[in-house]
């Protein structure tokens, strides 16, 4: 990409859009497992690493599956704002990305995600206790007879009662790129899904 492709707006939003969707498809693209950060019950900030499984340009919305166990679900219950951070050092470009988030549980949505989920994926479902509960020793909680194997689908299927989509409509998008000739930095605000940009000093 030249330069000049960092500074038309509209080529900007466009490689993004590319990009996102890439980085959904494509394991290897380092847009896959982005950084999720929402605030928890004492206010203060939690972060990390998740699969991004959805990207859906029309309605600007990033989607993560998680367990609806994990204490990010009830948080975000409690307080929508959250963030994304991605970054690839092949491009140059880093996104923070500001979102809403909504729980999806037991709807047409989770059952079309839970569709496509994979035996092995599906298996992080089947934990007895609780994600981020304790345990006296070091363990992953799921049943010692999938020790290294996927579960047969039966057994998948348990799996469903626990499988959340977090879906994330996209506010606001921070584009810095970052290069010695000349480091570029791009704000984009969602009006009906329609980018508004604002350059900024990186
Ligand atoms: C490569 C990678 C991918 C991950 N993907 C997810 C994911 O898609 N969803 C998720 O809930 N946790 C995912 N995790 C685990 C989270 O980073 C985190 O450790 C876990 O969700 C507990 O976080 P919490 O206590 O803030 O809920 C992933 C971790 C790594 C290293």
Redesign the pocket.
């Known amino acids: 990409m030249s330069t000049s492709s960092k500074e038309n707006t509209n080529e900007i939003f466009e490689n993004i859009k590319k990009n996102l969707t890439r980085g959904v498809k494509d394991r290897r693209h380092a847009f896959h ?1 982005p950084v999720f950060s929402n605030i928890n019950i004492k206010g203060t900030i ?1 972060s ?4 991004l ?1 959805k990207f859906d340009p029309t309605k600007m919305e990033l989607n ?4 609806f166990r ?3 679900v009830s948080n975000l219950k409690k307080n929508n704002k959250s963030m994304f951070v991605f970054y690839d050092h092949k491009l140059k470009i880093q996104m923070r990305i500001k979102t809403t988030s909504t729980i999806n549980y037991q709807n047409q949505i989770t059952k079309e995600m839970w569709n496509k989920t994979k035996l092995l994926s599906r298996k992080c479902y089947l934990t007895s206790k609780d ?2 509960s304790f345990t006296s020793f070091p363990q992953d909680g799921i049943p010692e007879h999938l020790n290294g194997k996927e579960p047969e689908f039966e057994e998948s299927e348990k799996g469903y009662i626990n499988f959340t989509v977090v879906e994330n409509k996209i506010n606001e998008i921070d584009w810095l790129y970052l290069e010695i000739a000349g480091h570029r930095r791009l704000n984009l605000t969602f009006k009906n899904n329609k980018p508004e940009y604002q350059w900024l000093i990186p």
């Open positions: 497992s939690d990390r690493i998740v699969i499984r993560f599956h998680t367990d994990s204490p990010k994600p981020s």
